[in-house]
């Protein structure tokens, strides 16, 4: 099961393109956010109605719940846009398209603090009018200062790069290269894959934030 966040304006089709594209379960959960204070009620009243429509041609079953944000204090509106993550009892599908930018902000706050209760992100494009999911990126993690390095050492190669060469470029134990890399998989700073039963490592966008960040 899952937990369905997105924001709403007075535009629907941000909200209803992506839980097309996402897709839906029976048992799951719709959870649309907007401001406690509306500048048009009824325009907002037709667009929840716009999206309860679809959820009943959908499947009945899908809860729909809408939760009116404090938006007037930025901080107020990013803690309650965390504990709607946060208290979410399924996994939470995040959508960062459409709605107030008071609302907007806060939630893609939010859903870069949580990461790892967040399973996918989508953004819908103005451009095209497609919904594509989204790498969030997350640097909350802190690598030791040796696993910074190996980081740093990836992101040198510019390309994905062999276990062996990774060990040998840093003149390094492999055992002391495996378990850097398996952290900094762990962090979300680095990604893997396994060819010919040789690891290749790459590093992430979560992972060159990270470093721009330290090494400012």
């Known amino acids: 099961m899952e937990t369905f966040i997105s924001p709403i304006g007075f535009n629907t089709t941000s909200v209803t393109r992506t839980l097309l594209t996402h897709g839906l379960d029976s048992d799951d959960a719709v959870c649309l956010i907007r401001p ?31 939760k009116e ?3 007037q204090d930025f901080e107020t509106a990013v803690m309650a846009c965390s504990e709607l993550i946060s208290d979410a009892e399924n ?10 930018r008071d609302v907007f902000l806060p939630l893609t706050i939010a859903a870069m603090v949580h990461s790892d209760r967040v399973t996918t992100t989508y953004g ?18 802190t690598p030791s200062d040796s696993e910074r390095t190996t980081l740093q050492a990836v992101a040198a190669a510019d390309e994905e790069v062999s276990l062996p060469a990774l060990t040998e470029g840093l003149s390094a134990v492999k055992s002391t290269i495996t378990r850097h890399v398996a952290s900094l998989e762990d962090y979300g700073y680095l990604t893997a894959k396994t060819d010919m039963r040789t690891k290749y490592v790459s590093i ?9 960040m330290v090494d400012s």
Request: hydrophobic residues 40%; charged residues 25%.
């Open 91 to 100: 996994e939470v599908v995040v959508s960062l398209s459409g709605g107030a």
């Open 204 to 212: 992430t966008l979560s992972g060159r934030l990270y470093l721009a």
């Open 69 to 71: 944000i404090p938006h």
């Open 124 to 141: 819908y494009s103005d451009i095209d009018g497609q919904a594509r999911s989204l790498p969030l990126p997350s640097v909350t993690a």
């Open 36 to 66: 406690a204070t509306e500048t048009d009620d009824e325009r907002a009243a037709e667009a929840v109605a716009d999206v309860e429509g679809l959820l009943q041609e959908i499947d009945p079953s899908i809860t729909l719940d809408i």
